[in-house]
């Protein structure tokens, strides 16, 4: 089992940067594919970006795709999420998600864990 917790989230204006932190408690972390999603009021959760347990392959809605990087850091059981040129509607309640398989999960049914989100608002 693993708890998770985000931080870093803000208040950025567009075309800035933010780094969105999860921090993992639990031995097996390493063991874990991770992922980052998104809730942006009146709409449904959304994927962001997923990454493997070795953190070897990476996946990204077309959305954030050449803006975000998600890396991880197993021996500090950390993960990020680095934001760049943040747009408006990147606006959203941003959850850290920790998978038992190991592998890339684009869905959020297909994770376990998850954190009570950190908010990220955009402002044009």
């Known amino acids: 089992q693993v708890q998770v917790v985000e931080s870093g989230g803000g208040l950025v204006q567009a075309g800035g940067s933010l780094r969105l932190s999860c921090a993992a408690s639990?031995?097996?972390?390493?063991?874990?594919?991770m992922g980052w999603f998104r809730q942006a009021p009146g709409k449904e959760r959304e994927f962001v970006a997923a990454?493997?347990?070795?953190?070897?392959?990476?996946r990204y809605a077309d959305s954030v795709k050449g803006r975000f990087t998600i890396s991880r850091a197993n021996a500090k059981n950390m993960m990020y999420l680095q934001m760049n040129s943040l747009k408006p509607e990147d606006t959203g309640v941003y959850y850290c998600a920790a998978d038992q398989s190991g592998g890339l999960r684009l869905g959020s049914r297909e994770y376990e864990y998850w954190g009570q989100g950190t908010q990220v608002t955009v402002s044009s």
């Open positions: 639990g031995r097996t972390f390493s063991s874990y594919g």
């Open positions: 990454i493997n347990w070795s953190g070897a392959s990476t």
